[in-house]
T-cell receptor, first 117, second 108 residues
């Protein structure tokens, strides 16, 4: 149980285009989902916290107009990178909390590798 | 602010023991997680400590001292598959703050 999926796993796009990444909790309802980005050999940096039916809460320094987050249901959150640029190339990981897990444990998705040319 | 420190790299021999230290200075504390992450993959849960002391789970153990802002992850009987990055993360205010991770390389 407690499986989180992400789609796509890899995406390559041209500079200036927008890319949507989906995060789904497959076998539980996620009250909260989190979006992280990770640069090579660096730590996971929290970008935003997403609660179903409400606006996402962004961490300091994260542009909300550039990284659009929608949490339309208890099993789906999306991250849209708008007008992507090469510096947005990174590994994006989502996590979900819910399913009666102990410790408020976050279950992580497999990540999405974004490359912007 | 959040300051979470762990060594960048460690190398050990198959069958040996390795201890990964993590020190933290954070604005709040509700627990400490350890995760394992293989390259290009998502982190997987290893342990969670909220009270002082040692938590043992098979070959992996984790220790916490809240007064010292210190934790360690102990990996015993190392196997080649244990080569990965190990992330220390402080849980506070419903969010996780991660250290940069320690890359452990297990050699035959």
């Amino acid at each position: 149980g407690a499986v989180v999926s992400q789609h796509p796993s890899r995406v390559i796009c041209k500079s200036g285009t927008s890319v949507k990444i989906e995060c789904r909790s497959l076998d539980f309802q996620a009250t909260t989902m989190f979006w992280y980005r990770q640069f090579p050999k660096k730590s996971l940096m929290l970008m935003a916290t997403s609660n179903e039916g409400s606006k996402a809460t962004y961490e300091q320094g994260v542009e909300k107009d550039k990284f659009l987050i929608n949490h339309a249901s208890l099993t789906l959150s999306t991250l849209t990178v708008t007008s992507a640029h090469p510096e947005d190339s990174s590994f994006y990981i989502c996590s979900a909390v819910g399913g009666g897990a102990a410790y408020n444990e976050q279950f992580f998705g497999p990540g999405t590798r974004l490359t912007v040319l | 602010g959040q300051n979470i420190d762990q060594p960048t790299e460690m190398t050990a021999t198959e069958g040996a023991i390795v201890q990964i230290n993590c020190t933290y200075q954070t604005s709040g504390f509700n627990g400490l997680f350890w995760y394992q992450q293989h390259a290009g993959e998502a982190p997987t849960f290893l342990s969670y400590n909220v009270l002082d002391g040692l938590e043992e789970k098979g070959r992996f153990s984790s220790f916490l001292s809240r007064s010292k802002g210190y934790s360690y992850l102990l990996l015993k009987e190392l196997q080649m598959k244990d080569s990965a990055s190990y992330l220390c993360a402080v849980y506070n205010d419903y969010k996780l703050s991660f250290g940069a991770g320690t890359t452990v390389t297990v050699r035959a």
